[in-house]
């Protein structure tokens, strides 16, 4: 059985960098588009970014875009999240996903187009 497990979380203080892991374990992630998801304390569940499979194409929310890279070692079965010049507003939980086989690149924005979650791995950026 295939499970997603992030790592790399803790507390930084702004304008610091983080780099997040999500190891595929049981199976490999090839020809999935993965993705970041986040969710605040008392807030909804967010996209932050997604990548296709192999690579070729990202789709970055706008209030990360420039800040956080996302990257894949197809190999390893690994996705990363680097995030630099962190914000306290970037302070949650984060989650890797993997897109359903087939899913459309137009929706890597939708939650509901993932269908294999880790377990998050939090976040926390002090003012």
């Known amino acids: 059985q295939v499970q997603l497990v992030e790592s790399g979380g803790g507390l930084v203080q702004a304008g610091g960098s983080l780099r997040l892991s999500c190891a595929a374990s049981g199976r490999t992630f090839s020809g999935y588009a993965m993705g970041w998801f986040r969710q605040a304390p008392g807030k909804a569940r967010e996209f932050v970014v997604a990548i296709s499979w192999p690579a070729s194409r990202t789709n970055y929310a706008d209030s990360v875009k420039g800040r956080f890279t996302i990257s894949r070692d197809n190999a390893k079965n690994t996705v990363y999240l680097q995030m630099n010049s962190l914000k306290p507003e970037d302070t949650a939980v984060y989650y890797c996903?993997?897109?359903?086989?087939?899913?459309?690149?137009?929706?890597?924005?939708?939650?509901?187009?993932?269908?294999?979650w880790g377990q998050g791995t939090q976040v926390t950026v002090s003012s």
């Open positions: 996903a993997r897109a359903r086989l087939g899913a459309p690149w137009t929706l890597a924005t939708m939650g509901g187009e993932y269908d294999l």
